[in-house]
């Protein structure tokens, strides 16, 4: 692609036209397919649903370890990817739970399954529940999100396309934004890794897993992708003008974390007495 073209005024248009033309066969069972219906259905319930409340939106790095969980029992959180292995040293589940990356999905499946809190996966991601061996209750049924890798934006209403940003908690944003929460207080992103490489490679763990709250979160054996930073930031920036234009509120407690993108507050002054 000629750095001219994109350059173009007409440039948004071809690349959203050639999108738009290379998911046309996606999008019948997008929106038509009793799953999909379904979880458009739920989406619609959840439209603004939480209006005046806050809500926890809680990262799986390891400043999670300096933090007092527990403190949230009471409070409305979302949690995201295998933040469930926590759950049991908890006592308590995360509100919702959302997960985005195929590689996640694709080998925690089983558990997913079995959660039974309200948790929100993509699309793309329904594969992995048609296969033999996993019991998928319906009464545990995933709320799919119809998800993108392209086309930046930040989605009001998640029941059309969303934006992935390369990170869960992107979409997570988007989805809280969805429920009409009025303030979204971030922790355990820590936006920091010890992991150098390109951007979503997909690399096999060979041992403890540094970067997340537990050793096996990504332990040995277990295939993920590099994190893309730089994209991640991208839809921060976009989060944070969509929230404050909205009038709302989002501010990062996380304990020792690198993102400069949101205001930092101290976790402990988060609580209410």
Same mark, same amino acid.
């Given at each position: 692609? @000629?750095?001219? %073209?994109?350059?173009?005024?007409?440039?948004?248009?071809?690349?959203?036209?050639?999108?738009?033309?290379?998911?046309?066969?996606?999008?019948?069972a997008a929106y038509l397919h009793p799953w999909r219906v379904n979880s458009i259905q739920r989406l619609g319930q959840y439209k603004d649903q939480y209006k005046g409340k806050r809500a926890f939106i809680i990262g799986n790095g390891p400043s999670l370890k300096n933090t007092d969980l527990s403190l949230l029992k009471n409070e409305i959180t979302f949690g995201m990817n295998r933040i469930y292995l926590m759950f049991p040293e908890l006592?308590?589940? @995360?509100?919702? %739970?959302?997960?985005?990356?195929d590689l996640v999905i694709e080998q925690t499946a089983s558990d997913l399954a079995a959660l039974d809190i309200p948790k929100f996966l993509t699309w793309r991601s329904r594969k992995h529940f048609e296969q033999p061996g996993i019991n998928l209750d319906p009464a545990l049924l995933p709320t799919f999100l119809y998800?993108?890798?392209?086309?930046?934006s930040f989605s009001k209403d998640v029941r059309g396309r969303v934006w992935e940003s390369a990170t869960v908690t992107y979409v997570t944003i988007q989805l809280a934004f969805h429920m009409g929460f009025?303030?979204?207080?971030?922790?355990?992103?820590?936006?920091?890794?010890?992991a150098i490489g390109k951007p979503n490679t997909t690399v096999t763990s060979e041992g403890d897993d540094p970067n997340h709250f537990s050793a096996n979160y990504f332990g040995k054996g277990f295939r993920w992708q590099l994190p893309d930073l730089e994209?991640?930031?991208?839809?921060?920036?976009?989060?944070?003008?969509?929230?404050?234009?909205?009038?709302r509120k989002i501010v990062d407690a996380t304990v020792g974390g690198k993102l400069q993108i949101f205001e930092?507050?101290?976790?402990n002054s988060t609580i209410k007495s």
């Open positions: 692609m @000629t750095k001219s %073209l994109k350059s173009s005024p007409l440039w948004p248009f071809i690349r959203n036209t050639y999108i738009g033309l290379r998911d046309l066969p996606q999008l019948p006592g308590f589940k @995360t509100t919702f %739970l959302s997960v985005v990356n998800t993108t890798y392209d086309a930046p009025d303030e979204l207080i971030l922790l355990g992103v820590d936006h920091n890794y010890n994209t991640s930031e991208i839809g921060y920036k976009m989060a944070r003008q969509a929230i404050e234009s909205a009038g930092k507050v101290d976790f």
